[in-house]
């Protein structure tokens, strides 16, 4: 099996969108019967198409290991938006209950835990190819810091680099649902609670009394509660926003809050820990008789908030979600999640932010559908703010460290682009380009000869092949597709069986190379051999119709019918296109079958 490699990805087709359900991805788990009824709830009600709308497959649980984070989260979603060209339209993720709450890793203001949210948050600016460390926080770029609400702006990625990142959770679907139904509909009425601790000079404090002065120069003064004494806040009427300490602070002493919470308000709390879970725990209500730290945001949900800002470990008090810029911002017309963004200091660290992004009750200006997408960017033919971006950071990167030029290096990411669109000529013109300029490409001649594969020009690609096996003698996948390409265009089948075995030693038995091995063993008439292989492929490749197809025709002939007949309705499931190929038709004969 030929093996192409994507050295850039990207394509758009702008559509006519402004900060509405075009500009959200749904996230679900399709392991979670919760997770998808979450998702699917969420799409109806606030009018998400389906394109919109993807299932990955990953743990159930709250925690995952920064590799599957990787794998099963962060890939499928820049898939997605690769194949989609959705970079930039694409500005709010809502991840669903039933996906992981926290990143494994070690402890500390310099660890390597962080919350999935929060890391996530970052994979604009991944997907522009600069390198993100995994070392404590990264500095938020839409934070908005000492400076005035005046000078905040609302969410593009033509200023900013990364994801708004919410999710949609609670202790259960219909308490999830309500949250969702608050969002859809939220209210302008109710006070502002900001309950200090009584420490005038501690920062939390300081940061409650400055969110009273903020929303009083508003004008805004007359709903606004602050307690700074020592006592805990009490107050009658309808509650857009809280506040507090949280378990931090000794005169808050239940985790059931008292408040009539309208629709659309948000809360927060300084104590750490405080979106460590999200399922429902049998410790007391009354904090008095609990032990550690026992705030949840999952309570806030129960009591009706419909957006909480929360962290899964300790963020320490500098990365806590600051309330001075919070309800300031949402009371100015910031929506749900920017006016969350905007208080938030830290991306890559403990963060998550519980929501409907779209929920907006201030908001009287929305960004036109051109300021969100701006089109194509000419160089690059990708998404007008990602394409310079991506561009900037891999020519600079790859002329460093190889002395690459930079038209060389968008000749490249212009090959992707059209690769994307399907237009194969088209790629083919601009990676020409790019290899004649530069002997040391290797990728972009590995794809140009995929390319060709595909156009029929066999013997360009089998020359390239060659090339590429000179610069690079140890790389499996050149190995792997130079020997496929001679056994089965030139029925060389005595260069490329080394070829094949090697290829499949260094990739540590890939299933893709199995393939290949095995195809190779059955043209030279070695089908024992074969079988072994292909079985092994279709394990770790359950989804390649092309192995199902190897391994059904390999099964014939050495007259296990069953597994033949089995294997090639796998194959046809997956791809029901190859009915229409003549080796499923002889194979149809071959197993007694009807072509």
């Known amino acids: 099996m030929i093996l192409r490699i994507l050295i850039l990805l990207a394509l758009c087709v702008p559509p006519l969108c402004a900060q509405t359900a075009d500009n959200v991805l749904v996230v679900m788990n399709q392991a979670s019967r919760v997770s998808l009824e979450t998702g699917l709830y969420y799409a109806q009600k606030r009018g998400i198409a389906k394109t919109n709308v993807i299932a990955i497959l990953t743990t159930e649980g709250e925690t995952i290991s920064r590799e599957d984070f990787d794998r099963q989260i962060a890939t499928p979603i820049a898939t997605y938006l690769t194949r989609q060209g959705a970079q930039d339209r694409i500005i709010y993720i809502v991840l669903t209950r039933g996906i992981p709450l926290r990143i494994e890793g070690s402890a500390g203001q310099a660890g390597t835990a962080a919350a999935v949210d929060s890391e996530l948050a970052l994979l604009y600016r991944r997907l522009t190819g600069e390198q993100v460390r995994t070392e404590g926080p990264v500095p938020n770029p839409y934070f908005l810091g000492d400076a005035p609400i005046g000078e905040a702006r609302q969410f593009r990625h033509a200023e900013q680099d990364i994801y708004l990142v919410s999710r949609l959770d609670g202790y259960n679907i219909e308490e999830i649902k309500g949250l969702i139904d608050r969002g859809s509909a939220p209210s302008r009425e109710g006070k502002i609670l900001l309950d200090a601790k009584g420490t005038p000079d501690q920062k939390g404090d300081l940061w409650l009394k400055a969110a009273a002065d903020r929303l009083a120069a508003m004008g805004m003064g007359d709903r606004v509660v602050l307690e700074e004494t020592a006592e805990a806040l009490t107050t009658t009427g309808k509650v857009l926003g809280y506040y507090s300490w949280g378990s931090n602070d000794p005169a808050l002493r239940r985790r059931r809050l008292d408040f009539d919470f309208a629709p659309g308000a948000l809360a927060g709390t300084f104590s750490g820990a405080d979106g460590r879970t999200f399922v429902e725990s049998d410790q007391p209500w009354s904090l008095a008789e609990a032990e550690g730290t026992p705030t949840l945001a999952a309570d806030f949900i129960r009591n009706g908030v419909t957006g909480a800002g929360a962290h899964v470990t300790e963020p320490y008090l500098e990365g806590a979600i600051r309330p001075d810029i919070l309800f300031p911002a949402y009371l100015s017309g910031f929506n749900l999640v920017e006016s969350f963004y905007l208080a938030t200091p830290y991306l890559s660290w403990q963060t998550v932010i519980i929501g409907d992004p779209l929920s907006a009750p201030f908001r009287t200006h929305t960004l036109a ?48 682009a059209r690769v994307l669109r399907r237009d194969r000529a088209g790629a083919i013109q601009a990676l020409e380009q790019a290899v004649a300029r530069d002997e040391r490409l290797a990728a972009p001649r590995l794809l140009l000869a995929g390319l060709y594969e595909e156009a029929g020009e066999h ?105 033949a007949e089995v294997a090639l309705r796998r194959a046809l499931e997956i791809d029901p296109k190859l009915e229409e190929r003549e080796e499923v038709r002889k194979l149809r004969l071959k197993i007694g079958q009807k072509p």
């Open 369 to 416: 559908a051109a300021d969100i997408d701006r089109g194509i960017d000419p160089q690059t033919e990708m998404p007008a703010d990602f394409g310079p971006r991506r561009l900037k950071t891999l020519s600079a990167r790859a002329y460093s460290s190889q002395g690459i030029h930079p038209e060389t290096t968008r000749l490249t990411i212009l090959a992707d």
């Open 459 to 563: 013997d360009k690609a089998i020359a390239l092949y060659r090339r590429l096996l000179e610069i690079a003698p140890d790389n499996a996948v050149v190995l792997n597709n130079l020997a496929f390409a001679l056994a089965v265009r030139e029925n060389n089948l005595e260069e490329a069986l080394p070829m094949a075995e090697k290829a499949y030693a260094l990739s540590k038995q890939n299933p893709n190379m199995a393939d290949t091995l095995g195809w190779i063993h059955h043209l030279a008439g070695q089908n024992d051999r074969a079988v072994e292989l292909l079985e092994e492929a279709v394990r770790g490749q359950s989804r390649n119709a092309e192995i199902h197809l190897h391994f059904a025709i390999v099964s014939a002939e050495t007259g296990d019918t069953l597994a």
